[in-house]
């Protein structure tokens, strides 16, 4: 199961920052939030909204709802390529 909210902490560590630049970014409003008491939640979509409005790639690998691409697909068997064992022997038509 995929962690769909984070505390500042976590979010910090997601991004590789301080703790206190991700609270900035919660109180001026680029970083939604929800605050629980004296500490806060952000929720997975709000931190990747975040993470890309600020010039990051993709922060986690899929999308949290699983579409028919991400579904693991059975591995088809591929046909090796033959490989030439050698010169062939020719034969020469008999009058």
Same mark, same amino acid.
């Given at each position: 199961?995929?962690?769909?909210?984070?505390? =500042?902490?976590?979010?910090?560590?997601?991004?590789?920052?301080?703790?206190?630049? $991700?609270?900035?970014? $919660?109180?001026?409003?680029?970083?939604? +939030? +929800?605050?629980? &008491?004296? &500490?806060?939640? $952000?929720?997975?979509?709000?931190?990747?909204?975040?993470?890309?409005?600020?010039?990051? &790639? %993709?922060?986690?690998?899929?999308?949290?709802? *699983?579409? +028919? @691409?991400? =579904? #693991?697909?059975? @591995? =088809?068997? /591929? @046909? /090796? #390529?033959?490989? *030439?064992? &050698? #010169?062939?022997?020719?034969?020469? *038509?008999? %009058?």
């Amino acid at each position: 199961m995929k962690k769909t909210t984070f505390t =500042v902490s976590e979010a910090a560590e997601l991004l590789s920052c301080h703790k206190e630049t $991700i609270r900035r970014a $919660i109180k001026d409003g680029s970083l939604q +939030a +929800a605050q629980l &008491g004296r &500490g806060y939640r $952000i929720s997975r979509a709000d931190l990747e909204a975040f993470w890309t409005s600020k010039g990051g &790639g %993709s922060l986690f690998e899929q999308d949290s709802h *699983p579409t +028919a @691409e991400s =579904v #693991p697909q059975p @591995e =088809v068997q /591929k @046909e /090796k #390529p033959k490989k *030439p064992k &050698g #010169p062939e022997q020719l034969t020469l *038509p008999t %009058s």
